[in-house]
């Protein structure tokens, strides 16, 4: 993924254009480990540098400010959230509310037990996004990817009403993710048959018996 920011002024095209895509996921992932492991005050160019091996001032050439620094983290992390929160076959709608019960599952177990340092870094960012308006519309933007599938999951499930019911979908996940990576529930990560059953109550809840 390449991710340019405001004020870049360099060609993304060519053999130097994927050096610098490359430069930019390597300052964009040395960013996002560094907010899963020190928080946002632990995030700079210096640090982001040194995290990466690269010469100082490197991350300076490529997100010259914090803004653009915080653009880069956002983007990079919403394409690598993507590609671990996405099924990799998505549920058949004549299977009912158990498979797509078995594809969440799937997803979220895959989040819980091998990407810790993407949701830690996802709490940093969004807490920052509430204080910076122009980040809070890249962080909005880039969520909206990730809610519309599960409208439509929603959907064609027979939801009566598939907006409000993809909004508590999402704030069950979220608020599991979140206990289990950083909440009271951290050291307990739940089994996929757990979520399977989980996912099914609450699927069972808003779809009805006979979904």
């Not at 996002?32 to 990466?52: K, P, S």
């Not at 983290?73 to 058949?92: G, I, K, Q, S």
């Not at 204080?131 to 890249?138: G, H, M, S």
């Not at 996929?192 to 099914?200: H, I, K």
Request: aromatic letters at 4%.
């Amino acid at each position: 993924m390449t991710a340019e920011h405001p004020g870049s002024t360099a060609n993304a095209s060519g053999p130097s254009g994927a050096s610098r895509a490359s430069r930019l996921e390597l300052i964009a992932d040395s960013a996002i480990a560094l907010l899963a492991e020190r928080g946002m005050r632990g995030l700079t160019h210096r640090a982001v540098d040194e995290a990466a091996g690269l010469p100082p001032g490197s991350t300076s050439n490529h997100a010259r400010t914090r803004a653009a620094l915080l653009e880069l983290a956002v983007r990079r992390h919403a394409a690598r959230e993507a590609r671990v929160l996405t099924p990799d076959e998505m549920p058949d709608p004549a299977g009912g509310f158990d498979a797509l019960a078995e594809a969440l599952a799937i997803v979220l177990h895959r989040s819980l037990t091998g990407h810790r340092e993407l949701l830690l870094a996802r709490y940093e960012l969004a807490l920052e996004a509430t204080r910076r308006p122009e980040l809070r519309k890249i962080y909005d933007e880039e969520g909206r990817a990730f809610r519309e599938p599960l409208v439509a999951l929603m959907t064609a499930g027979g939801s009566t009403d598939p907006q409000r019911h993809a909004l508590s979908l999402v704030a069950w996940c979220e608020g599991l993710m979140f206990s289990c990576a950083a909440g009271s529930y951290h050291a307990e990560t739940p089994s996929r048959a757990q979520l399977r059953t989980g996912f099914t109550e609450l699927l069972r809840g808003m779809l009805g018996p006979g979904a």
